[in-house]
């Protein structure tokens, strides 16, 4: 069974730094492009970030752009968002997403990770 | 704010058909290919269509996806009280190397 299973979701200040694991399994993970896509309270669907399956290629909304990497470690089946410099309005659900393959579409998701920042 | 344009609600009885519409441009959906999301409240969301008009295995024929030019539209078919839950388009917009997501319709079973 393909699963992904986020973690590292807190409550934390403004302007502190965080990093989101997600932990892939049930599929050869060195495959897959992977995203990052959040969800703020009352909001829609907001995409984060993707990273090609080398880690060699990967892209950023505006919004978080400078601000958060995306990374991931092949060899542990892993994927990471270092998040930086956070904001009031990165508050959000955090959902770890496999990509289909071939043109670009979120074919398994995870259950998400909540990241609150306040003061 | 999106570049993609939803309507923000769609209602319609059971066994009812309800078709979303997902406006966007040329440097989305008028080169891209387009995905169709559901969430439920508390749910993770679900790829219902994705390539304009492919369905993953699981997924019924009563959803369907179409696309012209610079829309896409979700179609529903047999409504459900199951289908209650929020849908969203998305597609790769190649002017901001980005992935986006529509603005999100809510469908409700009446």
């Known amino acids: 069974e393909v699963q992904l299973v986020e973690s590292g979701g807190v409550v934390i200040q403004p302007g502190g730094s965080l990093r989101l694991s997600c932990a892939a399994s049930?599929?050869?993970?060195?495959?897959?492009?992977m995203h990052w896509v959040r969800q703020a309270p009352g909001k829609g669907l907001e995409w984060v970030s993707l990273?090609?399956?080398?880690?060699?290629?990967?892209y950023y909304a505006d919004s978080v752009k400078g601000r958060f990497t995306i990374s991931r470690d092949n060899s542990k089946n892993s994927l990471y968002l270092q998040m930086n410099s956070l904001r009031t309005e990165d508050t959000a659900f955090y959902y770890c997403?496999?990509?289909?393959?071939?043109?670009?579409?979120?074919?398994?998701w995870g259950q998400g990770t909540t990241v609150i920042v306040s003061s | 704010q999106s570049v993609l344009t939803q309507p923000p609600s769609v209602s319609a009885a059971p066994g009812q058909k309800v078709t979303i519409s997902c406006s966007g441009s040329?440097?989305?959906?008028?080169?891209?290919?387009v995905s169709w999301y559901q969430h439920l409240p508390g749910t993770a969301p679900k790829l219902l269509i994705y390539?304009?008009?492919k369905r993953p295995s699981g997924i019924p024929d009563r959803f369907s996806g179409s696309k012209s030019g610079t829309s896409a539209t979700l179609g529903i078919t047999g409504l459900q009280t199951g289908d209650e839950a929020d849908y969203c388009c998305?597609?790769?917009?190649?002017?901001?190397?980005?992935?986006?997501f529509g603005t999100g319709t809510k469908v409700t079973v009446l």
């Open positions: 997403v496999k990509d289909g393959g071939g043109y670009y579409h979120m074919d398994v």
């Open positions: 049930g599929f050869t993970f060195d495959d897959y492009t």
């Open positions: 998305g597609t790769w917009d190649s002017s901001l190397s980005a992935y986006v």
């Open positions: 990273i090609r399956w080398d880690g060699g290629t990967t």
């Open positions: 390539d304009n008009n």
């Open positions: 040329s440097s989305n959906i008028g080169n891209n290919y």
